[in-house]
């Protein structure tokens, strides 16, 4: 068919959908940003990765416009051009495909430069595939012009890439595909460059400028020569010493060192050298959970605040926006907040949240590449990585080398890592067994430091029967001790303190309870009385009492309990828990005359164990055995009830070997299970490898799943005291749970009701609640808030039922207890999980 000039072609249709400005100025625009962003990621980065071709792959993003599949969608430009609907039957629609074949094309059909026309067809987010089949797109009129546009912007940015991609996978190709991405974003903004103005390039490149500065896009020069005891309120000690020595160039560096030892300020007085240096452009730092990202945030928005006062650090996860104090939140759904967009949050120069923000970008995942782009020469602090099962634990070592890739500077933090675990991080064997240890890996090579430990401590270890746990923790409070009890599940630390209340005498000791069950604004106000009470100022510090949690309590919290009583667990997650054990300088009550662990023994001692069948070693592990992998609950039994006392931090390496190397002569019933574990292991392991191949692999656009192995599927409970719908039934007033007055309108999303309703969420199994989701039906004022697998539920008495209907559901709940569900076994399983996983999880 007839074609039309390129520089006659559309990119953006103006307010009043004539067309706006040309393919080639939004083109130019596009190029001229990627320049612009390009110069701040510094020459080694830039080096390493060849970037010099990239501002032309961003400049030719969407040359698949100069196409009347494109073109035919502004009818005035249509009626323009003279065409009839009719003749543009059947043409191709999707530009980003035809701007795929156009630069492949222009690459002179080279197969092995394929993947760099690939990048540029996807910078909607999604790869189009790497080979892809002629389509109708107008003939070779139409694909005359696309050539000459190419040619043109050629002259202007410079020549395509020369060679191709070290692998389909490389970091060069996808550093390219995010920055192509986020450039289109910026010359999009209307604002900036609106769809009815022809600009100069000097025009365009200012306005860039102010566009890029006006975000806080850019990572501006921290303040130099600042003293760690200006970074911190106190000095450094050894270890923090010795890591800002030892970061000297991107590369891997892992910290290993006890609870306490001061590793988070490690890594951020090593963040900072890379930063004055100019060898790194921003920090993220990635947690294990959303509350332990919320716990730090204020402590890193402390140190951003010392290094670059005009910088705000963002928080990344699922759930920051309902963080109204915090500067940086506004609005999810309004657009005021460029870095409100989950997929544009590792853009900004300083960030902390979940360690999932960062691993979708090694799987496969809309936008996957902007995060690597996103990551690249920055700093990136994993901390809490022994915490991860192997699924999650593949994908972290994924992450890690794109990193090194990327030329980012990687910081590990870890008190109970393993040999072999630190020897998958670095790519490095280790020779040393020292502790506290950095490995330090850079293009230099790999070296390990090792560092005097602090002064350490000795903990009295003793395993006890769980009966006569209660009655020694609250005689041990009434005695001015604060004693926190950590339990494996939810229900146990239910019924611990149902226990403990049961036993306590009037006006005895404060007993609490932490765990996730509890609705979000609860969990909220919990988390910062018992923290607030128990950390090492102590200002509310009670005098005596007990309080009984989940894992919530188990790392990156700063508890100093003077007595702990815990369920048997792995040896990592043991030391971990210990780790709140006289965590402080303090004086303690006259009872504690030393730091003491009291462990519950499971059903069988550790000589019965080894006598006992797969299924008595299960039954005897309880619930435990539904949260972690019984073979090595056996492993960690067999080693701790040979131990009366623990040294720490010298014996934290003996602890955590013993536990995880091969071991001889077990058991047959042992061998089974470590078998079963092995087979899990490299299940896990397989999956994680699958999602993480984006050309094999459909992009998914859900960016809030696959970063954990999840094999209890979780539902949203929002608790709401009272709806009243309205007369014309297009809308409804709620009061929730905890007092706020919310309304919900028909077709209309309001930011706070979403607050209202997520400060009232909970979650529970999916299981428990399948039924009532599968038949739930809202009307359409409700449609907009409660998606997917979420119900709207009230109390009556003490028993929950769905919302309009009152349906009532297999679920209990409690303002001192949170949600209460009886023990039964599931009726209906979507897939295959077993008994054991039914309701119990990893309690974060």
């Avoid at 989950?342 to 799987?363: E, I």
């Avoid at 401590?457 to 009890?485: H, Y």
């Avoid at 006289?582 to 000589?607: F, N, Q, S, T, Y």
């Avoid at 009061?735 to 979650?763: K, P, W």
């Amino acid at each position: 068919m007839r074609s039309v000039r390129h520089e006659d072609c559309w990119a953006k249709t103006t307010l009043d959908g004539h067309p706006g400005i040309s393919v080639e100025q939004h083109g130019r625009t596009a190029g001229i940003i990627a320049e612009l962003l390009l110069s701040e990621i510094g020459e080694a980065c830039a080096s390493a990765l060849e970037t010099k071709s990239f501002p032309i792959l961003a400049a030719l993003h969407d040359v698949g416009k100069v196409s009347p599949g494109f073109q035919q969608q502004c009818a005035a430009w249509m009626s323009l051009r003279g065409y009839k609907p009719h003749e543009m039957a059947g043409l191709e629609k999707d530009h980003g495909k035809i701007s795929q074949t156009a630069v492949f094309n222009a690459l002179k059909n080279k197969s092995s430069m394929r993947f760099w026309a690939a990048v540029v067809g996807a910078h909607h987010g999604k790869l189009k595939g790497d080979r892809l089949q002629s389509r109708a797109d107008g003939g070779s009129g139409w694909e005359t012009e696309r050539q000459r546009l190419i040619e043109s912007m050629i002259g202007e940015f410079g020549p395509l890439p020369s060679h191709a991609p070290a692998s389909p996978n490389s970091a060069a190709l996808w550093f390219a595909s995010g920055l192509i991405s986020v450039a289109d974003w910026l010359a999009s903004d209307e604002g900036t460059f609106p769809a009815d103005r022809v600009m100069s390039r000097e025009e365009i490149a200012r306005r860039a400028r102010n566009l890029v500065d006006a975000i806080g896009f850019r990572f501006g020069p921290v303040r130099k020569g600042l003293r760690f005891d200006q970074l911190f309120p106190f000095c450094a000690n050894e270890l923090q010493q010795a890591m800002v020595q030892a970061t000297q160039r991107p590369g891997v560096y892992v910290v290993e060192a006890s609870m306490g030892a001061g590793k988070t300020e490690a890594a951020l007085a090593a963040a900072y050298t890379m930063l004055s240096e100019h060898k790194a452009r921003g920090i993220y730092f990635a947690l294990p959970t959303q509350a332990t990202s919320n716990r730090i945030y204020e402590r890193f928005a402390s140190y951003v605040e010392q290094i670059d006062p005009a910088s705000v650090p963002r928080l990344l996860h699922g759930a920051s926006w309902l963080n109204q104090d915090l500067p940086h939140v506004t609005d999810r759904r309004d657009g005021t907040e460029w870095f409100a967009s989950s997929r544009r949050g590792l853009l900004a120069p300083f960030g902390v949240g979940t360690l999932d923000q960062a691993l979708l970008g090694v799987l496969a995942v809309k936008h996957f590449f902007v995060r690597q782009y996103a990551l690249a020469g920055k700093v990136v602090i994993l901390d809490e990585v022994h915490s991860y099962d192997m699924f999650t634990g593949t994908l972290v070592d994924l992450l890690v080398r794109k990193l090194r890739e990327l030329q980012a500077t990687v910081i590990v933090l870890s008190a109970t890592l393993t040999r072999a675990r630190r020897l998958e991080l670095t790519q490095h064997s280790s020779i040393s067994d020292a502790y506290p240890l950095i490995s330090a890996c850079d293009n230099l090579g790999f070296q390990e430091i090792s560092v005097r430990p602090e002064s350490g401590k000795q903990v009295a270890v003793e395993l006890m029967d769980v009966e006569q746990l209660p009655d020694k923790a609250l005689q041990s409070a009434q005695q001015g001790a604060c004693v926190l009890w950590i339990r494996n599940t939810v229900a146990d630390a239910q019924e611990t303190y149902r226990r403990l209340n049961a036993e306590n005498r009037q006006g005895g000791p404060v007993v609490g309870l932490l765990h996730s069950r509890f609705p979000y604004y609860q969990r909220e106000y919990i988390e910062r009385t018992w923290m607030g009470a128990l950390d090492k100022a102590g200002r509310t510090r009670p005098t005596g009492c007990v309080l009984v949690s989940t894992q919530i309590a188990e790392q990156s919290v700063d508890i100093d309990a003077d007595l702990l009583i815990t369920d048997i667990a792995p040896t990592d997650m043991l030391l971990q828990r210990v780790g709140r054990l006289w965590r402080h300088e303090r004086r303690r009550p006259d009872g504690c005359a030393r730091p003491e662990v009291w462990i519950m023994k499971p059903g069988l001692d550790a000589e019965a164990l080894r006598c006992a069948s797969v299924a008595g070693i299960l039954a005897a592990f309880g619930k435990s055995a539904r949260i972690y992998a019984p073979y090595v609950l056996l492993r960690t039994i067999a080693i701790w009830s040979d131990c009366s006392t623990i040294q720490l931090p010298h014996g934290i390496r003996d602890l955590i070997e013993a536990t995880y190397r091969d071991a001889r002569d077990e058991p047959d019933a042992w061998r089974e299970l470590r078998e079963r574990l092995v087979m899990e292991r490299e299940k896990m392991a397989s999956k994680a490898l699958r999602q993480s191949n984006p050309w094999s692999v459909p992009l998914d656009d859900k960016e809030d799943v696959q970063t954990r192995w999840n094999t209890c599927p979780s539902a949203r409970l929002f608790l709401a005291r009272k709806v009243v719908a309205w007369a014309d039934n297009a809308g409804a007033t709620l009061e929730m749970m905890d007092g706020s007055i919310c309304t919900m309108g028909a077709y209309r999303f309001d930011i706070q009701t979403a607050r209202a309703l997520h400060r009232n969420l909970v979650r529970v199994p999916l299981w428990r609640v399948a039924k009532q989701v599968s038949a739930q039906r809202y009307a359409q004022w409700a449609k907009e808030y409660l998606k997917g697998d979420a119900l709207l539920v009230s109390l009556a008495d003490d028993r929950i039922v769905t919302i309009p209907d009152c349906n009532p559901l297999d679920l209990q709940y409690r303002d001192d207890l949170g949600i209460i569900m009886p023990d039964r076994e599931p009726r209906n399983r979507c897939h295959a999980i077993t008994r054991e996983e039914e309701d119990e999880s990893y309690d974060w």
